[in-house]
Nanobody, 125 residues
């Protein structure tokens, strides 16, 4: 089992920045991949970004490419999502996700092995 605890959400004005954190514990996940999804009210959960834990390979959804950056701190077993130039349409609950295998493509909800509890990001116009 892998436990994921997210933090860092909040309210920010359009154009601002936030950094989300996701701390993992439990089984070693040296072979895992970690990523982020988001879900806005009334919409399906969608892929945002992912990272191969072993070598740091990354993949981003087109909607966030160039504005969001996923990174990791291996010593802290933590993955981050730095979100810059935020837009009102980025408003959503953001969920940390873990998979047993990394793919350089947009992940599907059904691909995920473990989920975090979610953290709310609200961007005001």
């Amino acid at each position: 089992q892998v436990q994921l605890v997210e933090s860092g959400g909040g309210l920010v004005q359009a154009g601002g920045s936030l950094r989300l954190s996701c701390a993992a514990s439990g089984r070693t996940f040296s072979t895992h991949a970690m990523g982020w999804f988001r879900q806005a009210p009334g919409k399906e959960r969608e892929f945002v970004a992912s990272m191969r834990w072993a070598n740091g390979d990354t993949y981003y959804a087109d909607s966030v490419q160039g504005r969001f950056t996923i990174s990791r701190d291996i010593a802290k077993n933590t993955v981050y999502l730095q979100m810059n130039s935020l837009k009102p349409e980025d408003t959503a609950a953001y969920y940390c996700a873990v998979r047993r295998a990394y793919t350089s493509s947009a992940w599907r909800v059904e691909d995920i092995d473990y989920w975090g509890q979610g953290t709310q990001v609200t961007v005001s116009s």
